[in-house]
Structures are given as C-alpha cells and as structure tokens.
C-alpha cells in the first residue's frame, strides 16, 4: 500500500557568507561512491561551542559527512569551510593546521593493533612536535586518566573490550587538545552503562575543553542526553535540524519515525 507522507521541506542551512560564520559550513556538497550517491547536495551549519548529534540510518553517509570535514575524503561538488577556510583550497600546510583542530574518534576505534595504547595516543604528538618520549608518554597517561583508563599504557588493543577501546579512541581524539571533536557512534555496541559513562565522558570533555562535538549516533538516549542539537541525514541531505527539544515534539515524519524506531513510514523499513 502506498501512502504519502506529508514531509516538510528540509530546513535552510545556508549563511550569505560562509567564509564568516564561526563553525562549520557544509555547502551543496554531492559525493558518489561508482553509481551510487551517497551526499546529495548537502547542507549543514554547525555552530562554534555546540553538540550536534547527527543521525540517520545505516548506510545513508553520516561517516562519510565526518570525512568530507577533515577533507579525508573530497566531494564531487560543493564546498565546505571551517572556522572561515574554505577546506578544500587548503595547501598542505593549513590543511594540517586546520586538521589540528580536530580530534577524531572512529567508527570502531580504528587504534592499530600492533602499538601499545600509549603508542597509539602519543603517534599525532610524535609527528607533529618535537616532544621527548618521556613527554609524549606523560602526556598519553594524562589522556588515559581523563577517560578512566589508568594503567592501561603498555596494554595492545587486542587485550582491551570494547568500551575500553572507545575510551582508548577517545583519549587518542584529546591528545592534541582539539576545538572540535568528531565522534562516529561512540557508544554503539556498548552495554547501557557504558554507553552513559561515554556519554558523561563526552559532556565532560566539552565543559573541561569548550569543544564543539559532532557525534554521529543511533543511539537515541546518548543523542538525547549530550545533544544541544540534531540533525537528521536521509537520502544524501539534511532533512531536520532542531534543539533536542524540538526533536522530542516534532511531528516530522522522518524524525518520528526514526526516533520511535517504527518500521512503517517514509524512511522504508529496508
Ligand atoms: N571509501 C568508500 N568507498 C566506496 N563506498 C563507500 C566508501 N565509504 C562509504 N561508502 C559507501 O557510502 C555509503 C554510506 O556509508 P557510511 O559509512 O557513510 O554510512 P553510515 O551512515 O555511516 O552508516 P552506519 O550507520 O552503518 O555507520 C555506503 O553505501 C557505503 O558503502
Ligand atoms: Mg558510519
């Protein structure tokens, strides 16, 4: 049975000049992976000092949005500029400054398997200052500490459960002391408990540093408790922004839908 959805037009996130908005401008960006597009004509604002949760369904390119900030990956069209630089004109050089600003945790942690935790929190300070071992090594325990993980310096990933990885990820995103945080589904697979220790973590490090964070999650009960903000990606755009408060009364269909978890409506069930 076909049914229409009364679905509101996405909402307006373009500025006059984004080369002076304090945050971040994501601006028409389009990006296709062989036939598929993944990013169509994407439009997103994110505010210096927010948390905005970014949700949507599996495989509708939230990880591959994260990408396009740090420029990891490049779009076919569009632009997208951070804290006034337009990303991808950037040289090398500014392009590493800018990257700076960034902590990133993975989808999975992404730690190499090989190096010790420390090792793998120390490796952006080793390439990018010229602090001693010894320095690098306090600095890594000093991180470790701020995410509940004493002791775990010389432990390999592979002796660590899953949450201790996220927390080890989220230690390695601090080292370098970003302004903005990216975190792609921090709590996904983690029992309840863990899941709001992260969430606790994630609203700490935003009062103790005054970061802006960007989490990409399905976790509804994390987006609620740490978001200022959601947006909602479906069919390559944004297609809902709004306060937390917002979302909870909304009757947008998509985000309805989405948030009650129901398997009828426009979003499909497949
Ligand atoms: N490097 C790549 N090469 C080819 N296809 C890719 C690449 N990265 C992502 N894709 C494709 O882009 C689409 C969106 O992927 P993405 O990982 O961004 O989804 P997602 O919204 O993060 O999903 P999930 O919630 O499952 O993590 C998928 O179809 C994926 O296969
Ligand atoms: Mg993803």
Redesign the pocket.
């Given at each position: 049975m076909q049914q229409d959805w009364d679905i509101p037009p996405p909402p307006d996130q373009r500025v006059a000049s984004p080369a002076a908005f304090n945050g971040i401008v994501v601006e028409g960006v389009t990006r296709s992976?062989?036939p598929?597009k993944?990013l169509d004509n994407c439009d997103l604002l994110i505010h210096k000092g927010e948390t905005i949760v970014i949700i949507?369904?599996?495989?509708?390119?939230?990880?591959?949005?994260l990408k396009h900030i740090v420029r990891l990956?490049e779009p076919d069209a569009g632009r997208i500029w951070v804290e006034g630089s337009e990303v991808g004109t950037l040289e090398l050089d500014p392009l590493m400054a800018m990257r700076r600003k960034f902590g990133f945790l993975f989808?999975g942690a992404a730690l190499f398997d090989s190096m010790t935790i420390a090792k793998n929190i120390g490796l952006a300070l080793e390439e990018h200052t010229d602090w001693t071992a010894a320095k690098i090594r306090a600095r890594a325990s000093e991180c470790l500490a701020q995410v509940g993980l004493v002791g775990a310096e010389d432990k390999l990933p592979s002796e660590l459960s899953g949450g201790m990885k996220k927390r080890a990820g989220l230690a390695r995103a601090i080292v370098m002391e970003p302004q903005y945080i990216l975190y792609?589904?921090p709590t996904t697979g983690l029992d309840p408990i863990t899941s709001d220790a992260i969430n606790d973590l994630i609203i700490q490090l935003q009062k103790d540093l005054g970061v802006t964070s960007i989490v990409?999650t399905?976790d509804m009960p994390s987006a609620f408790k740490i978001g200022d903000r959601m947006a909602m990606?479906s069919r390559g755009r944004i297609v809902f922004t709004g306060t937390v408060d917002e979302v909870r009364t909304t009757s947008h269909p998509m985000v309805r839908q989405f948030i009650e978890g129901r398997s009828q409506g426009p979003l499909g069930a497949f």
């Open positions: 992976f062989g598929k993944v949507g369904r599996s495989g509708e390119g939230k990880s591959v949005l990956l989808q792609d589904e990409v399905h990606l």
